[in-house]
């Protein structure tokens, strides 16, 4: 069973930058697209990026198009999230996730089966 565990969330000022980590253990996740959401308070859960299997293709919520950065290194079974410019509407729990196998997922959550626990970003203004 695959286990994905984010870490790399904390407190930052605006304009600071954070790098998010999701390693995954139990079972390699290489060869699967994943992504990135993220739910601020009181506001569902939302898409913010994802990247294929090879890292080939990459797409990006508008709200973080040009600032975050997905990533992945498929030898250390981990995925990267670099979070640039920092705004205060990016404070929220930060999610991994599994998407498909061997390909690309979209932005909706029901093509991604397997979800971390999350790591929580604070950004003060």
């Known amino acids: 069973q695959v286990q994905l565990v984010e870490s790399g969330g904390g407190l930052v000022q605006a304009g600071g930058s954070l790098r998010l980590s999701c390693a995954a253990s139990?079972?390699?996740?290489?060869?699967?697209?994943m992504g990135w959401f993220r739910q601020a308070p009181g506001k569902e859960r939302e898409f913010v990026a994802t990247?294929?299997?090879?890292?080939?293709?990459?797409n990006y919520a508008d709200s973080v198009k040009g600032r975050f950065t997905i990533s992945r290194d498929n030898a250390k079974n981990t995925v990267y999230l670099q979070m640039n410019s920092l705004k205060s509407e990016d404070t929220a729990v930060y999610y991994c996730?599994?998407?498909?196998?061997?390909?690309?997922?979209?932005?909706?959550?029901?093509?991604?089966?397997?979800w971390g626990q999350g790591t929580q970003v604070t950004v003060s203004s």
């Open positions: 996730a599994r998407g498909a196998l061997w390909g690309s997922s979209g932005q909706m959550e029901y093509a991604y089966d397997i």
């Open positions: 990247i294929s299997w090879n890292g080939g293709i990459t």
């Open positions: 139990g079972r390699a996740v290489s060869m699967y697209a």
